[in-house]
């Protein structure tokens, strides 16, 4: 990817962030002219990859998430959110609808079905005691006036 523009946030593993990531994504993109439906599809599967990392991850006791995001000159956004939490045994398994490493709680397994219906792919990589990372990747229609060229 050759990328003009990137960033990357760190942010305490607490609920009350998972809008923080989703407000820190959608400013990151707007040099890119963003549809309102492409931006929303984006902080959805943020919301959810986020909201993951703190419920799965780290199973709301605390930890850190880290935001990574960039951008190309043809409009291919990548987000990186990463934690170092307990990991996901068994990935395949956790990418079926309905299913949830936390039953007792209203969760509906529905994350990376979600996150998969807003964006052009999704990739996890995971190791059980390592942590998660989700790369979502979507591109942006660019129009004319959008994203200023590099010199």
Known sequence: MNMINEMRLDFPARPENEAFARLAVSGFLLPLDPTMEELAD???????????????????????????????EGGKVQIDVIDRGCGIRDVERARQPFFTTAP????????????????????????????????????????????????
């Open 42 to 72: 984006i902080k959805t599967a943020v919301s959810e990859a986020v909201t993951n990392a703190i419920v799965h991850g780290y199973m709301n006791h605390g930890g850190t998430v880290r935001l990574r995001a960039c951008y190309d």
């Open 104 to 151: 007792g709680e209203e969760r509906s397994g529905m994350g990376f079905t979600v996150m998969e219906s807003f964006m052009d792919s999704v990739h996890v990589r995971s190791a059980v005691g390592q942590g998660t990372t989700v790369r979502l990747i979507k591109r942006i229609r660019l129009r004319d006036e959008a994203l200023p060229r590099r010199a």
